[in-house]
């Protein structure tokens, strides 16, 4: 994404709405080029079109939230998918920051996604060269995300080395956090079969908490995140033995 592109989804995802002749005014091109751009954020499930204009959705909707800081997201996502050689099986389970991992983890060859995420799944349903293993469970609409008993039994036929995870929140004495105690429930299911737990998250969760309990600090490995995350926290973290790495 060029500095265009980033501009016309700042834009965006402050206005909601905006025409196609006002972008191409204020970033002075043609309104062909600002097509072409549009095209291609939509093409990424980062906005949506309607005649003569860019849109944007549902704020709850997770299309929506990917297309929120997504230059940093997916500057997160790009960090720990370094960790992640070809030919690997792997778990992630839902948030737009592993979304947007699962995206460029097809860019390595072999790989093998195990995920009860179907927006993941649909996601990248163009990288044919990516295998996609779909966790079924009982279906979550909001989240597009599946849960309960049948997710647990379905992980415990797999064992991977790294289970990728996004998180609502943090608290010192709590560790992290969740907003849905059946998601946070399959998750830490999902945790059993991995060696071992990596956090994508923005820096600003680390000064909000969740409602609910999602992984002690002692079950997490590493955190990938951004530099605006404090220092006292990194402390935290490192003190509890967990790698941190930003971007």
Not at 107 to 134: C, E, G, H, M, R
Not at 174 to 200: C, I, K, N
Request: net charge neutral; aromatic share 6%.
């Amino acid at each position: 994404m060029n500095k265009r592109q980033s501009k016309i989804l700042e834009w965006n995802n402050t206005e909601k709405k905006i025409e196609v002749s006002s972008l191409a005014e204020r970033l002075d091109v043609s309104q062909v080029t600002i097509r072409k751009d549009l095209d291609l954020l939509e093409g990424n499930g980062l906005i949506k079109r309607s005649h003569g204009f860019a849109t944007s959705g549902n704020p709850d909707d997770l299309e929506n939230r990917l297309a929120l800081h997504y230059p940093l997201k997916r500057q997160i996502a790009i960090l720990a998918a370094a960790s992640v050689k070809d030919g690997e099986t792997v778990m992630i389970e839902s948030g737009s920051t592993c979304a947007l991992l699962a995206k460029e983890l097809t860019l390595k060859k072999d790989i093998t996604i195990i995920t009860n995420s179907a927006f993941i799944a649909s996601y990248i349903k163009d990288a044919p060269q990516t295998k996609v293993i779909l966790l079924g469970g009982e279906y979550q609409h909001k989240s597009q995300v599946t849960i309960g008993t049948l997710v647990k039994q379905a992980a415990t036929n797999f064992r991977v080395d790294k289970l990728f995870v996004g998180v609502d929140g943090f608290s010192v004495g709590f560790g992290f956090t969740g907003s849905d105690l059946m998601r946070a429930d399959t998750v830490r299911s999902m945790a059993e079969s991995a060696a071992e737990v990596f956090v994508l998250t923005e820096s600003k969760k680390f000064e909000q908490s969740g409602t609910v309990s999602l992984f002690p600090l002692k079950a997490v490995s590493r955190v990938y995140t951004d530099d605006r995350i404090r220092e006292e926290m990194i402390k935290v973290l490192t003190d509890a033995g967990i790698m941190v790495a930003t971007v």
